[in-house]
């Protein structure tokens, strides 16, 4: 079997189109187009349904392109095992993320790597919290691993990095006073949330303090539930994380109750056996020193520097 069908049958799976994989591969769309038919041929199944708008997977065309990321995936460790030998570690490590944790987390990271592993490349992509399965990048082999919230990593090994707590923006000169303030103050008002799983561990203790609860908006966006809070159209409560700054007309309070979220870092046990995964694990460690990141094989990890600052997650007063 060649690899070079291999991975035409990935950069097509990735991109859906024969064009684009060909463009990827730096191969022409007729080498692409005889090398799927070559390994559909050797394996006797079809791997590809072609259309006028593109090629999608066949069911076992997926199931097929699950073990060849994992060939993919052996193949680039073996090569990041020989450079880390020869004392600088070259290759990738693949991320998904999403928004705050992209800004907060992954881009301190990458500024570090960049110093302590310059051959190390870190590819990411912001993801949706509110998709149906989001870590379903780590089972597909697209990814490595993923930062998100420990409700959203049932199904792989989940690593707490922090807690981020939960905050209240509020319109200024409303009726709450400065600091902070109950749950119990806040739901006498119109409460806005996120309709994403951000919201699901406010939503849990709203319940137990009213089984009745409802919120009067529920909002996609961060930027949305902001705004309107500025306007004194509701509560906006929501992770710290995501409070970039305030608009104006806009003000921070402190939750009385202690509510927070588990962030951090999902992999597959396999994603260890690469280089480039323990080394930016190990890079969040240090970024982390308190977190559940174990330390890893001194071995692959011998180059990284420890981070230049500790740094808090949660960026003190927004505004």
């Not at 095992?81 to 992209?102: I, K």
Request: proline residues 7%.
């Amino acid at each position: 079997m060649r690899l070079q069908g291999l991975r035409a049958l990935l950069a097509i799976v990735e991109h859906g189109s024969f064009s684009e994989a060909a463009l990827e591969l730096g191969m022409s769309q007729s080498s692409v187009s005889y090398a799927i038919a070559e390994l559909e041929q050797e394996l006797g199944v079809r791997l590809l349904d072609r259309g006028r708008f593109g090629a999608v997977a066949t069911p076992v065309g997926e199931r097929i392109a699950v073990h060849a990321r994992s060939v993919e995936r052996s193949l680039a460790a073996i090569g990041q095992e020989a450079t880390l030998d020869r004392g600088e570690l070259r290759g990738e490590v693949r991320v998904s993320t999403f928004r705050s944790l992209a800004a907060h987390v992954l881009a301190p990271a990458m500024s570090e790597l960049a110093l302590t592993h310059p051959g190390l490349r870190v590819e990411f992509t912001e993801v949706s919290s509110r998709a149906l399965d989001p870590l379903s990048g780590l089972h597909s082999g697209r990814f490595d691993v993923a930062l998100t919230m420990s409700a959203l990593a049932d199904s792989a090994v989940f690593w707490r990095l922090f807690l981020d707590p939960y905050v209240a923006v509020v319109a200024e000169g409303g009726p709450f006073p400065e600091g902070s303030a109950s749950l119990a103050d806040l739901v006498a008002h119109p409460v806005l949330l996120s309709n994403g799983p951000c919201s699901w561990p406010l939503r849990e203790a709203l319940l137990r303090l009213d089984p009745a609860f409802r919120p009067a908006v529920e909002v996609a966006e961060d930027s949305t539930m902001l705004a309107l809070a500025a306007r004194g159209l509701g509560v906006a409560l929501m992770p710290r994380l995501t409070v970039d700054s305030l608009p104006a007309g806009a003000r921070l309070l402190r939750l009385e109750e202690p509510l927070e979220r588990s962030l951090g870092v999902a992999l597959l046990p396999g994603a260890l056996k690469v280089p480039a995964v323990r080394v930016f694990l190990s890079a969040l460690r240090a970024m982390f020193p308190d977190s559940e990141v174990p330390e890893l094989d001194a071995g692959a990890a011998r180059s990284a520097a420890p981070a230049s600052e500790e740094r808090d997650p949660v960026l003190g007063p927004a505004g």
